[in-house]
């Protein structure tokens, strides 16, 4: 027989958490919806069914009052005032596993393909970055296969370093050919914002079938809603994690950092943040440290991460760029001049620069790459003098260097998009030139 101790009861009954378990929908202004009667915490996943009880996911963005407001996770399509909305007291998770390689998913994590997914580990994509105390420090180099940066611009296993360019200039090309040759285990993929012309576009020219089977694609397009292009990001940035909590060497790659920067603004202002900086709310320049500073080394895995800023009109000090900057540890500009003068990839080296390459890179190349950069920032400087012709040979030994040395100084930054190379070749070859 079972005895009851009422008084016990009574006290695990008072220690319940209580809790509506349904609301009903009472405005939708824009992108937002207000919802009556629950209680639900930031980033918790509602559902709400529309008039044919068809549940569309929504997450908690915000309260106003003792309302709470949401923002759609798909199509708001059936809903009007009064629609239930369930609380399912959790967060938005994916799904990660082996099965991902060579799988295109949605902003979500869902797999764009038929196949569904079999068993796996869910991932939060909101969690925080690895312990400053506990990453391990970045000592070993990522060869990324591209030329001008394993030699000029080396980046270590565990860099976050921005690519920065203006539309067109080569950016997707750029990580297409680091995610084909780059010595790493995985490549997650983030495209945010993307034209959806553009998504296979980049898997088949740009990726490749040989990138493809070491890559998983999270794309976001644009035409998406900005909730979803936001955890685009956060999703593949959840992926990358995994890997990296296996052991793995990681790549991430997000293309771009900017549209997952508006994606937030929109959001923003939707739910009433006062614009701050061309129209950027204070709440994005909270968001992309929180995003970027998880990637990066742990104490078991690195991601090396490559994010994409698109700069406005060539403009490389708006905001967003700016902010980018100052949080990664390294940029690589491309240049809109280099890229009419058929000079790709168009890193502008003398632009760029990795911060962690003074101490992964050994003495002989840092003094090569050195010089290299002495001598192409001596050329550029009487660049209009020696195409003019008004530069005579002999007036100027620095001038006279610089002018034996450029040709074999571009020829050896020029990489042809389908040009293997590896750092240990880079490396050498700067190096041979000099001695
Ligand atoms: N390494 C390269 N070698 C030869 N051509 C290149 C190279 N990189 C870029 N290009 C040329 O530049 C064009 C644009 O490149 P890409 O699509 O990578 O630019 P993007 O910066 O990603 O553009 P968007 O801003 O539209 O996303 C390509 O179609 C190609 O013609
Ligand atoms: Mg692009």
Not at 27 to 44: D, H, N, S, Y
């Amino acid at each position: 027989m079972i005895s009851l101790n009422f008084k016990e009861l009574m006290k695990k009954v008072e220690e319940c958490s209580t809790a509506y378990i349904e609301g009903v929908v009472s405005k939708v202004i824009g992108l937002t919806i207000e919802v009556e009667g629950i209680k639900a915490f930031v980033g918790e996943v509602c559902k709400i069914y529309n008039e044919k009880n068809v549940a569309v996911e929504c997450e908690v963005v915000g309260f106003r009052e003792n309302n709470i407001i949401l923002m759609p996770l798909g199509e708001l399509i059936g809903i009007a005032p009064g629609c239930k909305v369930v609380p399912t007291g959790k967060p938005l998770t994916v799904k990660c596993s082996e099965e991902l390689f060579g799988r295109v998913l949605d902003g979500l994590g869902k797999p764009l393909d038929d196949k569904v997914l079999g068993e796996g580990n869910y991932y939060k994509l909101d969690s925080d970055p690895p312990d400053p105390l506990k990453r391990r420090r970045i000592k070993n180099v990522m060869s990324t296969g591209v030329r001008a940066i394993d030699g000029f611009l080396t980046c270590g296993e565990g860099q976050r370093i921005g690519i920065f360019a203006g539309s067109g200039v080569g950016k997707s090309t750029t990580l297409g050919m680091i995610a084909r040759e780059a010595q790493a285990d995985v490549n997650v993929i983030a495209l945010i914002g993307e034209r959806g012309r553009e998504v296979l576009d980049f898997i088949e020219k740009d990726l490749g079938e040989e990138g493809m089977k070491k890559s998983i694609i999270v794309c976001a397009t644009s035409d998406r809603p900005a909730l979803v292009r936001l955890k685009g990001a956060f999703t593949a940035t959840a992926i990358a994690e995994y890997f990296r909590d296996q052991g793995k060497k990681v790549i991430l790659m997000m293309d771009s950092v900017t549209r997952f920067a508006m994606a937030q603004r929109e959001i923003g202002l939707a739910i009433g943040e006062p614009p701050a900086t061309k129209g950027y709310t204070p709440s994005v320049f909270a968001m992309l440290p929180r995003l970027m500073e998880r990637s990066g080394m742990s104490d078991r895995g690195s991601i090396t991460a490559f994010y994409t800023v698109l700069v406005d009109g060539d403009d490389f000090n708006e905001p967003i760029a700016d902010a980018v900057r100052g949080i990664l540890d390294g940029h690589i500009v491309l240049s809109r001049d280099l890229a009419a003068k058929n000079h790709y990839p168009a890193i502008d080296t003398l632009k760029s620069i990795s911060r962690l390459m003074s101490e992964i890179a050994d003495d002989d190349h840092k003094q090569a790459a050195s010089a290299a950069r002495d001598l192409l920032a001596t050329y550029n400087d009487s660049e209009d003098l020696i195409n003019l012709g008004a530069y005579v040979r002999g007036s100027n030994k620095k001038i006279d260097i610089a002018l034996h040395y450029h040709d074999y100084i571009i020829n050896y930054l020029r990489q042809g998009i389908n040009e293997k190379s590896n750092f240990e070749e880079s490396r050498n070859k700067l190096v041979q030139m000099f001695s």
